[in-house]
């Protein structure tokens, strides 16, 4: 018991690993201590920040591994209650804290979209008119830099000057790690910052090509960011972005509801209006728009997202 004990204070004391320590399947401290029924561990590690939402690479929460144990019991009924409380009192916020958010994904970042957020080498690939060889392409909410990597000989055939943007110093510095292995850094500029920032907007030329890629549904302002966004679009460029939605002619269906709830937990927000801003706008031409639904892993859960390019009147 006093080993246990020891073990605990030492989670308690060292904040700098509630976040960022993870194991080979993705499990935080939290998950952990959820899949194990201690209740004071959860609560500690919460008190210290932990974050309630974050998953491991099958994209399960802490509460999935307390509510599924093979042999659920008071202990982890208990924790149950103190997830569940911590998650809705996190999902009701009316301020969510981006860069907290995505420094708590750590190395495992990558990993976990590429199975939750497809479509984007299909984007990035065949979408986007690439024989026009864009001399400028700014990457709104970038990451850790993955959409660079599906075009990476389409990059440096076209020479192009690419601007990486995102309010996350800690996804950054992996993108900046990712150009470097990618041979690309005397063609790529890292900027920190948020798109509907005035201050950062004047560090950004007009460019031939914006994406965004699955970062629209995380900006509150969103009709902000997709003005600015179309503003830094050079005349015959190309705005392309990838994000969910719910599916045309089913929002008020059940599943679409679900889905929006469920998504908005993460701060996520599935908005329908998204798409109707980009068609309604007379500057911009429709030449790639798609829809499709995948599935989440390891749940039934299948949304929505859509492909959209558009070129900017001359």
């Not at 998950?31 to 029924?37: F, K, L």
């Not at 984007?120 to 660079?148: E, F, N, Y």
């Not at 728009?289 to 959209?308: A, I, K």
Request: hydrophobic fraction near 40%.
């Amino acid at each position: 018991m006093e080993k246990v004990a020891a073990n605990k204070g030492l989670l308690l004391e060292r904040s700098t690993l509630v976040s960022d320590s993870r194991n080979p399947v993705g499990w935080t401290l939290l998950h952990s201590a959820a899949a194990a029924g201690a209740s004071i561990c959860v609560s500690g590690l919460l008190k210290l920040g932990a974050n309630p939402f974050a998953r491991d690479l099958t994209g399960r929460y802490p509460l999935h591994l307390a509510a599924a144990h093979e042999a659920p019991n008071l202990k982890h009924l208990k924790v149950c209650d103190i997830l569940m409380a911590a998650m809705a009192k996190q999902g009701l916020a009316s301020k969510k804290d981006v860069r907290a958010f995505y420094k708590s994904q750590g190395s495992r970042y990558d990993g976990f979209r590429e199975a939750l957020l497809p479509g984007r080498d299909l984007l990035m690939q065949h979408a986007v008119p690439w024989v026009k060889r864009p001399k400028t392409w700014i990457s709104v909410g970038c990451g850790t830099a993955r959409d660079i990597e599906f075009v990476t000989g389409h990059v440096k055939a076209a020479g192009t000057k690419v601007i990486l943007v995102d309010l996350s110093d800690a996804l950054l510095d992996m993108a900046r790690q990712r150009v470097i292995d990618l041979g690309l850094q005397t063609q790529v500029q890292l900027v920190e910052g948020d798109i509907n920032d005035p201050k950062i907007r004047k560090k950004l030329p007009e460019a031939d090509l914006v994406t965004c890629s699955y970062c629209l549904t995380m900006i509150p302002k969103w009709k902000d960011a997709l003005k600015n966004m179309l503003g830094l679009v050079k005349p015959g460029g190309n705005l392309a972005l990838i994000d969910f939605v719910t599916r045309e002619g089913r929002e008020s269906n059940w599943d679409q509801k679900l889905y929006k709830w469920w998504f908005s937990m993460d701060g996520v927000y599935f908005n329908r209006e998204h798409v109707d801003w980009l068609r309604a706008q007379k500057s911009l031409s429709t030449i790639w728009y798609s829809e499709e639904e995948s599935r989440v892993p390891y749940t039934p859960y299948t949304p929505t997202h859509y492909l959209y390019v558009g070129e900017k009147a001359k």
